[in-house]
């Protein structure tokens, strides 16, 4: 059940490490996206850190608390995101993909200009999102999986 546990929590942490960033990229501010992102980053050996030094506290308890304080103690910022997943907001490149223009509009205009929809800033990055998703549409048609075997 110890290993299938691991299984389980090493197959999810490959979205929350992928997701993650970029949802912290996308909605922070443009000046504080790379220390935001940086700081998202350290962290990630910070509870690498906290996890170590607990098990090796742990090492010498003659029980099976040596093993389940650490696992209970990773736990914890699972249990956490899992309850505030629910809080974050979409992010506005997923809405503008699904056609949801006015709500990723709304999101970037209240992260990065106080709810102004019309600052140059949003406006700028609201048509930079939509020119990307356009652009990887249009590649999406042109290339697949044969095109990697059919280059020289």
């Known amino acids: ?82 309850c505030l997943i629910w809080f974050c907001p979409e992010s506005p490149r997923w809405m503008v993909s699904k056609g949801k223009d006015a709500e990723a509009l709304k999101t970037l205009a209240y992260y990065h200009a106080d709810g102004n929809e019309q600052d140059p800033l949003i406006r700028f990055e609201y048509e930079e999102i939509k020119a990307a998703i356009e652009f990887d549409r249009e590649v999406a048609e042109k290339v697949g999986w044969v095109t990697l075997f059919a280059t020289p």
Do not use: D
């Open 1 to 82: 059940m110890f290993i299938g546990a691991r299984c389980l929590i090493g197959f999810g942490l490959t979205f929350a490490a992928n997701s993650a960033p970029m949802l912290v990229t996308e909605i922070a501010y443009p000046t504080h996206r790379a220390p935001l992102t940086s700081t998202y980053n350290s962290l990630w050996y910070s509870g690498a850190i906290i996890a170590a030094w607990t098990t090796f506290g742990t090492f010498k308890i003659n029980s099976t608390w040596a093993w389940r304080v650490p696992s209970a103690l990773q736990a914890l910022p699972s249990v956490l995101q899992v």
